[in-house]
């Protein structure tokens, strides 16, 4: 069981690859896992990453046990070591690990988390000790094609550098670098990118451009992640781009508050297979989270409704910088606004400055907007 079809290849197919968003086997969620036992955690999504020739994630924070986490970071964000079998025998073969938590304990985190990833069995790109070891692909054979996965995330202070460990950090000029290094090594090359804005339907431009560098460059597919919430897919030529996976377990619960916008699409969640061809096809499989977070198949009404809006996300993407515009700013200030009045009710000024310091000169149109939009609402 794949999902519904809603790209036809075109050629002979190479291979398949499922993929799923993040994972955050956390707080209620990890709770449950350790009671019910941690492969009942991906049952849902197992026989479909089982299905296809190769299985992807994106595991949205380290390895690390109970304190490890430091001050300043939600306690809860980091994972048991017994998420990566699970994962290994749900599937999953390969994992992402550039993300913005990924660095959340520190280099020892990251270190545990590579080698929990090593005794698994599951390869792994995107984060290590410098940044010639984060830029460094995963390598697989698959069906007799060589498949090479890269894997970024939006830099940050957290990225990796020469001679300090990280993510590998999502810039055009690295991405262009790389490919042009593996793209005539690799049968079939993936990208995963962590990148976006949280909680919206639509990339914002700076997305797009990314999109399209990745596109020319010669990816097969990019699988996008980071939103946390299902966005739409496009076809260029060769390569198919699925701009967000949302989550595949995640207790949103579990962080210093949870957010109230975009409630009922982050409950939304899919396991999107791609079909690797001279134009790559698509079949993407339903799913939702229940309360603590873990993926469960929908009803059949909530299921066709969720792969209509998917539909709709999908053909909205020709008028992605507009839509982004219109309906994107809005919710992201009500976000905004919202974290900076949870986090004054807790106390937590450091928060606050820091998001007051993450505005940069490119926010302020879609600050602007928003503010109007909000004014001619009300």
Request: hydrophobic letters at 45%.
């Amino acid at each position: 069981m794949s999902g519904e079809r809603l790209l036809e290849p075109v050629g002979p197919v190479r291979l398949s690859l499922a993929a799923i968003g993040d994972v955050g086997v956390i707080g209620s969620a990890r709770a449950r896992a350790v009671r019910e036992g941690w492969d009942e955690v991906f049952a849902a999504v197992a026989p479909a990453l089982r299905a296809a020739d190769l299985g992807f994630a994106n595991l949205e924070m380290p390895v690390a046990e109970p304190g490890q986490v430091p001050p300043g970071r939600a306690p809860e964000f980091r994972h048991d070591a017994d998420v990566l079998p699970a994962l290994a025998r749900a599937g999953v073969r390969v994992l992402a690990l550039a993300n913005n938590h990924i660095m959340d304990c520190g280099p020892r985190g990251l270190e545990r988390t590579l080698s929990a990833c090593e005794s698994a069995g599951v390869a792994c790109a995107g984060a290590g000790r410098d940044l010639e070891a984060a830029r460094r692909p995963a390598e697989l054979v698959v069906r007799s094609q060589r498949v090479i996965l890269l894997a970024y995330a939006a830099p940050s202070n957290a990225s990796a550098r020469a001679g300090t460990p990280g993510p590998a950090p999502l810039a055009a000029a690295i991405l262009r670098e790389d490919l042009e290094r593996w793209r005539a090594q690799a049968d079939v090359l993936v990208v995963s990118v962590h990148w976006g804005s949280m909680y919206v339907d639509y990339p914002p431009p700076r997305v797009l451009e990314l999109a399209e560098v990745l596109e020319r460059g010669g990816a097969d597919v990019v699988l996008g992640h980071h939103p946390h919430v299902l966005q739409g897919w496009r076809r260029a030529g060769r390569c198919l781009t699925a701009f967000s996976l949302g989550d595949v377990v995640f207790d949103a619960r579990a962080g210093d508050f949870e957010a109230r916008v975009a409630s009922a699409t982050r409950r939304e969640s899919a396991v999107f297979t791609v079909r690797v061809a001279d134009e790559p096809g698509l079949d993407v499989l339903p799913l939702t989270l229940d309360p603590d977070g873990w993926p469960q198949a929908p009803d059949e009404a909530r299921g066709r409704a969720q792969i209509e809006r998917l539909a709709g996300l999908a053909e909205g993407l020709k008028d992605a910088r507009e839509r982004f515009a219109r309906e994107a700013a809005p919710r992201l200030l009500r976000y905004e606004l919202d974290c900076v009045g949870q986090y004054l009710r807790q106390g937590r000024w450091d928060r606050v400055a820091r998001l007051l310091g993450s505005v940069r000169p490119r926010h302020l149109p879609l600050l602007w907007q928003a503010l109007r939009r909000r004014r001619k609402d009300a």
